[in-house]
């Protein structure tokens, strides 16, 4: 399995790599000696970056082509974990049959369709006197600093003691301030939520906190994916309370 190098790479940017472990193989068969002849998995790391989408193509600028050198004929399946972060698929003829290019090579071509971390399993099955081989590969597709993050803030008030109203003293108010961001590709940083409440509420012990939405929080503190929302919640407060966090899409 390779990535080819790109001639015409910009050699100022980071570019895509791909890591194989050739030198620990797993046997899939249990017990059995990864040493010897047999179905063998092979893992490694596929790193991408999300260039900016050219307005009516149907993949991304950043998509790439595993190349598969292999003399077997068996069938060979790509799945992923999260088709939301990369969609893979191996390169075939109108007949559905796998091509292979000038040097015998399969091609798997990878297209990156969001910010994150998902796992991409290809697999061919044993045939004949070839046995089956599975490659599977953490994938990172990087944000492009070139892309500009599109910030959004929503907050909402949930009375948990009467939910129906009318709100009284000494109800339990739960405050929820929701981050997001809502350009594909990017990464906004240096996030830091804010959210100052009435002064007539206090504090309800510890029960301020953040949690992650769909795609998740990015590194310690800072950023934040598209896709991504960081809510810190809090049920009854006064002042303010500063989130920082990575939000990403």
Same mark, same amino acid.
């Given at each position: 399995?390779?990535?080819? !190098? ?66 077997? #004929? ?15 698929? =191996? ?7 796998? =091509? ?7 091609? =798997? ?100 906190? !953040? ?6 929080? =990015?590194?310690? !503190? ?5 896709? #991504? ?10 002042? #303010? ?9």
């Amino acid at each position: 399995m390779d990535l080819p !190098a790109d001639p015409d790479a910009d050699p100022d940017k980071s570019q895509p790599s791909l890591d194989t472990d050739y030198d620990n193989p797993e046997a899939d068969k249990p017990g059995a000696d990864p040493a010897k002849p047999g179905d063998k998995t092979y893992h490694g790391s596929l790193n991408l970056i999300y260039e900016k989408p050219t307005p009516g193509a149907d993949e991304n600028p950043g998509a790439v082509d595993i190349k598969i050198k292999t003399p077997s #004929s068996g069938a060979i399946t790509v799945t992923t974990a999260d088709g939301t972060i990369v969609e893979a698929e =191996v390169v075939t003829d109108e007949n559905g049959n796998p =091509v292979r290019d000038d040097d015998g090579n399969i091609t =798997v071509r990878v297209n990156p369709e969001g910010v994150g971390k998902t796992e991409l399993v290809i697999k061919q099955e044993p045939n004949g006197a070839y046995t089956g081989t599975t490659w599977d590969l953490d994938v990172t597709v990087g944000a492009n600093p070139k892309i500009a993050p599109a910030p959004k803030l929503a907050k909402k008030a949930e009375n948990l003691t009467h939910p129906d109203g009318p709100t009284q003293p000494g109800d339990r108010i739960r405050y929820t301030v929701t981050a997001s961001n809502g350009a594909k590709g990017s990464l906004w940083t240096d996030v830091v939520v804010t959210d100052p409440l009435p002064a007539c509420l206090e504090l309800a012990g510890a029960s301020v906190g !953040a949690s992650v939405g769909s795609t998740g929080v =990015v590194g310690s !503190a800072g950023s934040v994916r598209p896709g #991504s929302e960081v809510s810190p919640g809090s049920s009854g407060a006064t002042g #303010s309370r500063a989130v920082p966090s990575k939000i990403a899409t």
